[in-house]
């Protein structure tokens, strides 16, 4: 069975994007729930799916929930909605938007296909590049996340750093006691 590999790509930052593989006979309710989890957002928010272009120009909706609101052309539901049905070409891109009121907003795009790995559970995160996004505000680096930037950008605690010294340390010169 044929699997799809998307880059999902936080819009206000397109270094932060995810890899994800799903199988095309999954449905983009599988696919929203993948892209919650990759992004560690909270899954308590409603959501929608549009077909795009190149220019990522909204197409046909692909929505979470049935609702009331009028369009052009009537609506596909997440949850019957089969990854193939939606995949006519190579180079086929999506726009995800998560809350409506915060409107977090992701462009997808299919790069690759593939054949479905043994015992692989699907869909599944291959990759990930930067911090994702916080949902609710500040959130307090853990542990594993304060060291992984510290490593990354060789934070490390430097001794004798010019310009500070230790607490009870006693001033050298004259000068620099009546600063």
């Known amino acids: 069975m044929p699997v799809l590999k998307f880059r999902v790509s936080w819009e206000d930052e397109e270094s932060i994007f995810r890899d994800i593989l799903i199988r095309s006979a999954q449905t983009f309710l599988e696919f929203h729930e993948a892209i919650l989890n990759a992004f560690e957002f909270l899954p308590e928010q409603n959501a929608t799916f549009f077909r795009s272009n190149d ?37 086929e891109k999506f726009i995800y938007l998560y809350d409506f009121v915060k409107r977090w907003t992701f462009l997808i795009e299919l790069i690759a296909v593939t054949r479905e790995g043994n015992n692989q559970n699907y869909p599944i995160c291959i990759r990930k590049e930067g911090p994702p996004p916080k949902q609710y505000g500040k959130k307090k680096p853990d542990g594993d996340q304060m060291i992984e930037t510290e490593d990354k950008y060789d934070l490390e605690d430097q001794e004798g750093d010019a310009g500070f010294s230790e607490e009870g340390e006693h001033l050298d010169s004259e000068e620099d006691e009546n600063f």
């Open 55 to 91: 220019r990522w120009q909204r197409g046909r909706e692909i929505i979470l929930q049935p609702d009331d609101q009028s369009r052009k052309v009537s609506p596909l539901l997440m949850a019957t909605t089969l990854m193939e049905d939606a995949v006519r070409n190579p180079n």
